[in-house]
């Protein structure tokens, strides 16, 4: 019964770092090496939306952010173009629909901590006609627009900069991502947003408390802004101890922000790391880790996209019913989707009139 509903669902999943592995290729496998490794991963579970987070770390941070930031987004468009027959890159909610009623994955460029950004507003435009429409402003330290959520302890709202990149990512229909935000500064946002945003790979803080998770009263107003709240699968941030990374541990996080939030407002973000973590880190730096977490740590079975049928079928045993599984899956992204993605702030006011 669950792979039967887990077909029939759109499922959407907002958080995947997969762009890391296939743009350390060389450009001219890009494409092959997503219809190799990544494309049956994701037709095996069933993923029909997936969001592609730009993520530039390392030696290429700051000096290189931009040019690395550029180089990842134009691996999105090549291995989008060179895949046609199976993956689409969407800029709104109507291309959305359209790729999935074609049978295809429609794909959404992000970014995460917008580092090639740095305070430069008057990029945002361009990045935005360059196909992203999601964006976070901060990771796990301090940018020039916010701090993220490992340095909470200075209680920091956002930025000038940080202000002006919000409102203008309301202007162009861009939604902002407040996941890895520092708790101050997801505050400042939910204090003066003026559309709804999403955090795409965050869990619940009530059930493990770790600074990247959001707290019940963060849940709330994500949800009283007709936001989404996408649940992290990396297995820290699930659970203390190993003992505690399972699927049914997956469930009761999502089911804590679906009490919390309500099931309008909860989704799947599940931030499969560890292949991507496998395929990019020197052998010489096996574990390293900055953040304190081992992001190899995996969920047995949700290690990476195949996996996701478990969640439908835990969700079922937990006894939800078919639309509220519905929903979780990808029904509340959609929604979120195809009324602000890539939706200027002035036709998504006047669609709201209507």
Request: net charge negative; aromatic share 4%.
């Amino acid at each position: 019964m669950f792979a039967e509903l887990h077909r029939d669902a759109v499922v959407a999943d907002t958080h995947n770092d997969l762009l890391m592995a296939v743009s350390g290729r060389p450009p001219e496998v890009w494409a092959s090496f997503f219809r190799e490794r990544w494309l049956p991963q994701l037709r095996e579970g069933g993923v029909d939306v997936q969001v592609l987070p730009v993520w530039v770390d390392g030696p290429a941070r700051p000096e290189a952010a931009l040019r690395e930031t550029l180089r990842m987004i134009e691996c999105a468009h090549v291995l989008a173009e060179g895949n046609a027959d199976e993956v689409t890159i969407c800029y709104d909610g109507v291309q959305v629909d359209e790729a999935l009623a074609l049978g295809r994955i429609a794909l959404v460029i992000a970014l995460e901590s917008m580092p090639g950004l740095d305070a430069s507003v008057e990029l945002l435009p361009t990045l935005h006609r360059l196909g992203v429409r999601v964006a976070s402003i901060a990771h796990w330290g301090r940018t020039p627009l916010a701090d993220g959520s490992g340095e909470d302890a200075t209680g920091s709202r956002l930025t000038s900069r940080g202000v002006a990149v919000l409102r203008e990512m309301e202007r162009l229909g861009m939604i902002f991502d407040i996941s890895h935000l520092g708790a101050s500064g997801v505050a400042h946002v939910l204090e003066i947003a003026t559309r709804p945003v999403i955090a795409t790979h965050s869990a619940a803080r009530a059930l493990r408390d770790h600074h990247r998770n959001l707290t019940d009263g963060q849940l709330r107003a994500v949800a009283a802004g007709g936001g989404v709240v996408c649940v992290n699968f990396l297995a820290a941030f699930l659970a203390e101890k190993p003992e505690g990374y399972t699927v049914e541990r997956l469930g009761d996080h999502i089911l804590h922000v679906a009490e919390v939030a309500g099931i309008d407002h909860v989704g799947l973000g599940p931030d499969f790391i560890r292949e991507v973590s496998l395929d990019t880190t020197p052998p010489c730096c096996e574990g390293f880790s900055t953040t304190g977490i081992d992001s190899r740590e995996a969920i047995p079975g949700l290690d990476g996209p195949r996996g996701m049928p478990l969640v439908t079928a835990e969700l079922l045993r937990r006894g939800l019913g078919h639309d509220e599984i519905v929903k979780i899956l990808g029904g509340n992204v959609m929604r979120l989707f195809r009324a602000e993605l890539g939706r200027p702030a002035e036709a998504a006011t006047a669609a709201g009139a209507r």
